[in-house]
């Protein structure tokens, strides 16, 4: 038998190459949250950001108001956790008729431990036209207390 042993590491830290949508300037973005340290832009430019954080603890939304509706191919996100171990959840909906109807496309759960697994990559293939709204719910950690929610990348093709 052959095998090989594969890191958590070998998945996707960095989108793949393509022409991801310039959320800035065909969306708005509604958040319930946020830390004016860690603004939800710092999540749309890509690597080499701080992300953007929540500004309570608890359940946080994002959502992408598209300014006209769009066809939604793929949405990649990226999470970092480095200090503390917790399970967060988080579900992403989409929406064709101004969030009038919210369809959900994923629900995930990520256990996050400082040593072990301190990132989770998603990368979600929607191939959905007349997309109005993204929403990312998030839950930092669904055995209550005080953790943040946050966000290191979001792009969308």
């Given at each position: 038998m052959r095998?090989?042993?594969?890191s958590n590491?070998?998945?996707?830290?960095?989108?793949?190459?393509?022409?991801?949508?310039d959320?800035?300037?065909?969306?708005?973005?509604?958040?319930?949250?946020?830390?004016?340290?860690?603004?939800i832009e710092?999540?749309?430019?890509?690597?080499?950001?701080?992300?953007?954080?929540?500004?309570?603890?608890?359940?946080?939304?994002?959502?992408?108001?598209?300014?006209?509706?769009?066809r939604?191919e793929?949405?990649?996100?990226?999470?970092v956790?480095?200090?503390?171990e917790?399970?967060?959840?988080?579900v992403?909906?989409?929406s064709p008729?101004?969030?009038?109807?919210?369809?959900?496309?994923?629900?995930q759960?990520?256990?996050?431990?400082?040593?072990?697994?301190?990132?989770?990559?998603?990368?979600?293939h929607l191939?959905?036209?007349?997309v109005?709204?993204?929403e990312?719910?998030?839950?930092?950690d669904?055995?209550?207390?005080?953790?943040?929610?946050?966000?290191?990348?979001l792009?969308v093709?």
């Open positions: 095998k090989r042993i594969i590491r070998s998945r996707s830290q960095a989108p793949d190459e393509g022409d991801w949508l959320l800035e300037q065909i969306a708005e973005a509604e958040i319930t949250s946020e830390d004016p340290s860690y603004p710092n999540a749309l430019i890509g690597p080499g950001s701080s992300g953007w954080r929540a500004a309570d603890a608890g359940e946080q939304t994002i959502r992408l108001v598209f300014l006209a509706p769009r939604v793929k949405v990649w996100l990226r999470f956790e480095a200090d503390r917790r399970t967060q959840q988080f992403l909906r989409w008729d101004d969030g009038k109807t919210m369809n959900e496309a994923v629900r759960q990520w256990n996050f431990h400082p040593r072990e697994a301190r990132e989770e990559v998603e990368e979600i191939g959905i036209a007349g109005t709204q993204l990312l719910v998030i839950i930092p669904i055995s209550g207390g005080d953790a943040r929610a946050s966000l290191a990348e792009r093709r």
